[in-house]
């Protein structure tokens, strides 16, 4: 399993190269037929009615029955990791080429930040004294605070350049 996510009425599990929806119920469980993701999967999140799952260079967004709706690409690097905004309009990536990059379900890419020296593997939205922020971690051994419009806000270095994994 690469990645596994719950929302109130579902389990969505992706591996390597698929994923499936585990609909619970008082009955049992039951699964959708599986959806092969080309290229590996290496992370899902949930974004309103929406699954949305890395799978190489490439974002695929998935509707609830794991129908693909759109498709991102990223050439050149692979996609590590996503995580969905507050709003449910945005999600955050991060990848091989130590880029953060902010999407829109709507146009695609709108923000791209650099910052780190290496992979970068957790991305998060949180919100601070009211503003949105990103938070992400990398192979760099750095964690770094990011602000939606102005870019690069702190670094903060752990383990002498060791990855940091969340």
Known sequence: VADFLATSEDIVVASRDSAVVLSCSARGINA?????????????????????????????VLSSSLETEREFFQPGHQVLCVAPSPDGDHFVTGGSDATVAVWSLQEGQVRYFTGHS?????????????????????????????????????????????????
């Open 118 to 166: 290496d992979w970068v593997r957790y991305v998060s939205f949180i919100t601070v004294d009211g503003v949105q922020r990103i938070v992400t971690a990398s192979d760099d051994g750095c964690a770094c605070l990011w602000d939606m419009k102005d870019g690069h806000i702190a670094t903060l270095e752990f383990s002498g350049g060791v990855g940091i994994r969340a």
């Open 32 to 60: 959708s037929p599986s959806v092969s993701l080309t290229g590996d999967c290496n992370g899902i999140a949930v974004l309103g009615d929406s699954v949305i799952a890395t799978r190489g260079e490439g974002i695929v």
